[in-house]
């Protein structure tokens, strides 16, 4: 289990258009040749947009970006023709396959934050999709086969236990609260990355905790 804390985040974005973000692994100027990916998971950024900020068009390819909204609303467009506000509960994918470009912003009048996870496919190419599930509910996960991955969404409530799924790779994301895992402990913007898990489970604290799971199969890990 290799426990990452949210302070060794690398700092991103833009703060003077009210854009920020921490970036969990190897990003743009910050590039670190031993923190590219984790089995499929290839980014886990938390955005935070003021209102009336966000990130105009621009491109991606070959890869699945899922979106959690853990505070606000995100407005995203796409050059696919979708457009939608996303909220708290809600689980959006673009998959960007051979080449989509969206919008993405706070068109609300208070603060938006998201965490976004993006994942490499099995396989290059395809055609875009766009997909938005409403409310997802804890005991559903939410399938991305196309990166042979499972997201799990797990909201505990003080002092309740959850198992964490047996994978070859799981990435654990604390979005708040704070939980234990195995010996330690985790808070806000910390995850753990842990290979071939097997038997473990995540104890909330006291005040409750919301967490994100990603169940990733056995792949090359880069």
Same mark, same amino acid.
């Given at each position: ?31 670190d ?6 089995g ?7 955005? #935070? ?7 105009d068009?621009?491109?991606?390819s ?13 407005t995203? #467009?796409?050059?696919?023709?979708h ?11 673009l ?22 996870m ?57 979005v ?46 880069g």
């Amino acid at each position: 289990m290799d426990v990452r804390r949210a302070d060794e985040r690398y700092p991103g974005g833009d703060p003077a258009a009210g854009i920020e973000t921490r970036h969990a692994f190897s990003f743009g100027p910050h590039y670190d040749p031993g923190n590219l990916r984790f089995g499929a998971l290839i980014a886990c950024n938390e955005e #935070r947009l003021a209102p009336g900020a966000g990130f105009d068009e621009h491109p991606h390819s070959h890869t699945e970006i899922v979106t959690w909204v853990v505070e606000g609303e995100l407005t995203h #467009r796409d050059s696919r023709g979708h457009e939608r506000r996303v909220r708290p509960g809600d689980v959006q994918r673009l998959s960007s396959a051979a080449g989509v470009r969206h919008v993405e912003r706070n068109d609300g009048s208070g603060p938006l934050t998201f965490v976004q996870m993006w994942l490499a496919p099995l396989e290059p190419g395809g055609e875009p999709a766009y997909d938005l599930v409403r409310g997802i509910a804890d005991p559903t996960p939410y399938a991305v086969p196309e990166a042979g991955a499972m997201l799990h969404v797990r909201r505990l409530a003080a002092g309740e236990r959850t198992a964490v799924p047996d994978g070859a790779y799981v990435h654990v994301h604390v979005v708040r609260g704070e939980v234990r895992l195995g010996d330690g402990e985790l808070g806000p913007g910390d995850a753990a990355r842990i290979t071939d898990a097997r038997d473990l489970e995540l104890l909330a604290g006291a005040g409750g905790a919301e967490v994100l799971v990603w169940e990733m199969a056995a792949r090359s890990n880069g």
